[in-house]
Structure formats: structure tokens, C-alpha cells
């Protein structure tokens, strides 16, 4: 019955503590950034890397969501007589919030479980420890340029996801209408102001920035064993995943703040 009252706070004490962790984590990352030598070939390569591992996850996933999202929404605006408005309000749903938050769900499935178990399996094979003994910075070669590849790379892969849901989306309108593609997107980016685009833009960075250091992170201080490296796979997207729900929730909340 007492261990039972207490689980709460023991679990709260943790969650405190691993972010206070990750936080220190994060600042120590960001202090890479900064010094020499810099990893520019090893940034290129993982920016190569996630890039090319998401792609062509993402180009499907966004053409069937900007088909079956215009599909779902057409009857609705044709029955009060406003199918004119469906190109503007899919572009802003796209661009303001699916888009972002699908391909960053995605890449922390793709990426962020795939830095989870790469850095993990570096290790508990101490690899890491042998890279410390001789010499090189495993923070900045393995930990930090991955964080920035990501960090680069998940605002490119939205900019990516967001222009093929467009075109899913009209695909959707052409089966029920002759609407010129020019036509289409003239009114699909009409209704857009930099209101919308740099909030989206912004939290996109912040996105990348949180999947490359909680796959980092949890990979980088996996524990021994072989189970170890699937758990800080799991962990990774479940925690990024998480975060990312929070930090656009925090988002949303500032943007109505000042264009309110």
C-alpha cells in the first residue's frame, strides 16, 4: 500500500530528472556546434542519411493525405455551396499543422529510432569508449552532426511532404472537376500570409532539432545488454514523439498570442 503511494512521485521524480538530463544534454550538443574542427563531412553524410531514408516514406504518406483529406472534406463544402474554398483550406491545414506534424511523427519512426539503435549499438560495444581513449570527440563527431543533419533536414523533408499533399489533393479535385492545376494553386496559396508560413517554418527546425537529441540521447547513454539497444530505439520515438505534440501545442499558443 505505501510503495503503491508513492509510484507516482517516484515516477515524477524520474521524468524530472531525465529531462533535467536531456536538457544538460542538449546544452552540451549545442556547445559543439560551435567548436573546431568541425564535422562537415560526417554533417553531410547524415544529412544524406536522413534524407534519403525518409523520402520516400514521406512522398507517399503526404500524396495519400492530401488525397484522402480533400476527398473527406469535399461533400461537406459542397453541400453548403463552398467547394471554391477547398483548395485554401487544404493548403492551410497542409502547411500550418498536418503537414509538419506528420512528417516529423515519421521521421521520429524513421530517424529517431534509427539514431536510438546506431549510437546504442556504439555503444554497448564500446566503440564510444574507445573513441574517447583515442582522441576524437564522440559528441562531436557522432552526437552533435547527427542533431544538425536533422535539424537541417526535417524543415527540407515538410517543404518536400507539403508540396506532394498539394498535389494529392488535387489529384482528389481533378476526379470530380476540370480545374486547371494553375487555377487550383492560385487559390490554394491565395489565403496565405507569412502568419501562416513562419510559425510552420519555425517549429519545423525545433522538430528536427528534438528527434536527432532524444534519438541521440537515448542511444548515447544506453545501458549494457543486448535488449538495450531495441529499448532506446522504442524510447526514442516514443519520447520524440511526445515532445513533438508538446512543442506545437506550445507553438500554437504563442503564434495566437501575437497575432492575436
Same mark, same amino acid.
Given at each position: 500500500?505505501?510503495?503503491?503511494?508513492?509510484?507516482?512521485?517516484?515516477?515524477?521524480?524520474?521524468?524530472?530528472?531525465? #529531462?533535467?538530463?536531456?536538457?544538460?544534454?542538449?546544452?552540451?550538443?549545442?556547445?559543439?556546434?560551435?567548436?573546431?574542427?568541425?564535422?562537415?563531412?560526417?554533417?553531410?553524410?547524415?544529412?544524406?542519411?536522413?534524407?534519403?531514408?525518409?523520402?520516400?516514406?514521406?512522398?507517399?504518406?503526404?500524396?495519400?493525405?492530401?488525397?484522402?483529406?480533400?476527398?473527406?472534406?469535399?461533400?461537406?463544402?459542397?453541400?453548403?455551396?463552398?467547394?471554391? #474554398? #477547398?483548395?485554401?483550406?487544404?493548403?492551410? @491545414?497542409?502547411?500550418?499543422?498536418?503537414?509538419?506534424?506528420?512528417?516529423?511523427?515519421?521521421?521520429?519512426?524513421?530517424?529517431?529510432?534509427?539514431?536510438?539503435?546506431?549510437?546504442?549499438?556504439?555503444?554497448?560495444?564500446?566503440?564510444?569508449? $574507445?573513441?574517447?581513449? @583515442?582522441?576524437?570527440?564522440?559528441?562531436?563527431?557522432?552526437?552533435?552532426?547527427?542533431?544538425?543533419?536533422?535539424?537541417?533536414?526535417?524543415?527540407?523533408?515538410?517543404?518536400?511532404?507539403?508540396?506532394?499533399?498539394?498535389?494529392?489533393?488535387?489529384?482528389?479535385?481533378?476526379?470530380?472537376?476540370?480545374?486547371?492545376?494553375?487555377?487550383?494553386?492560385?487559390?490554394?496559396?491565395?489565403? #496565405?500570409?507569412?502568419?501562416?508560413?513562419?510559425?510552420?517554418?519555425?517549429?519545423?527546425?525545433?522538430?528536427?532539432?528534438?528527434?536527432?537529441?532524444?534519438?541521440?540521447?537515448?542511444?548515447?547513454? $544506453?545501458?549494457?545488454?543486448?535488449?538495450?539497444?531495441?529499448?532506446?530505439?522504442?524510447?526514442?520515438?516514443?519520447?520524440?514523439?511526445?515532445?513533438?505534440?508538446?512543442?506545437?501545442?506550445?507553438?500554437?499558443?504563442?503564434?495566437?498570442?501575437?497575432?492575436?
Amino acid at each position: 500500500m505505501i510503495s503503491s503511494q508513492y509510484k507516482p512521485i517516484q515516477s515524477l521524480n524520474s521524468f524530472l530528472i531525465e #529531462l533535467g538530463e536531456i536538457t544538460y544534454f542538449s546544452a552540451r550538443v549545442i556547445k559543439e556546434f560551435f567548436k573546431r574542427p568541425y564535422e562537415h563531412k560526417e554533417l553531410l553524410k547524415q544529412a544524406y542519411y536522413a534524407g534519403n531514408k525518409s523520402l520516400l516514406l514521406i512522398s507517399i504518406t503526404a500524396f495519400i493525405m492530401g488525397l484522402v483529406l480533400t476527398l473527406q472534406s469535399r461533400p461537406v463544402l459542397v453541400e453548403f455551396g463552398a467547394e471554391s #474554398l #477547398l483548395p485554401g483550406m487544404i493548403s492551410i @491545414s497542409i502547411i500550418r499543422e498536418i503537414g509538419p506534424i506528420i512528417t516529423a511523427l515519421l521521421c521520429a519512426g524513421k530517424i529517431g529510432s534509427g539514431y536510438g539503435s546506431e549510437i546504442g549499438s556504439m555503444r554497448i560495444t564500446e566503440q564510444i569508449d $574507445a573513441m574517447e581513449v @583515442s582522441g576524437t570527440n564522440p559528441m562531436s563527431f557522432i552526437v552533435s552532426s547527427r542533431v544538425l543533419a536533422t535539424t537541417i533536414m526535417v524543415p527540407v523533408l515538410v517543404l518536400v511532404g507539403d508540396a506532394i499533399a498539394m498535389f494529392g489533393s488535387y489529384a482528389a479535385v481533378s476526379m470530380h472537376s476540370n480545374m486547371d492545376i494553375q487555377l487550383f494553386f492560385n487559390e490554394a496559396y491565395s489565403p #496565405l500570409s507569412f502568419k501562416d508560413l513562419i510559425p510552420a517554418t519555425i517549429k519545423t527546425f525545433i522538430f528536427g532539432f528534438i528527434i536527432g537529441i532524444i534519438g541521440s540521447y537515448k542511444g548515447y547513454y $544506453a545501458q549494457k545488454g543486448t535488449e538495450a539497444v531495441g529499448k532506446a530505439a522504442n524510447s526514442a520515438v516514443v519520447v520524440a514523439s511526445l515532445a513533438i505534440f508538446i512543442t506545437d501545442l506550445v507553438v500554437v499558443q504563442i503564434t495566437e498570442l501575437i497575432y492575436s
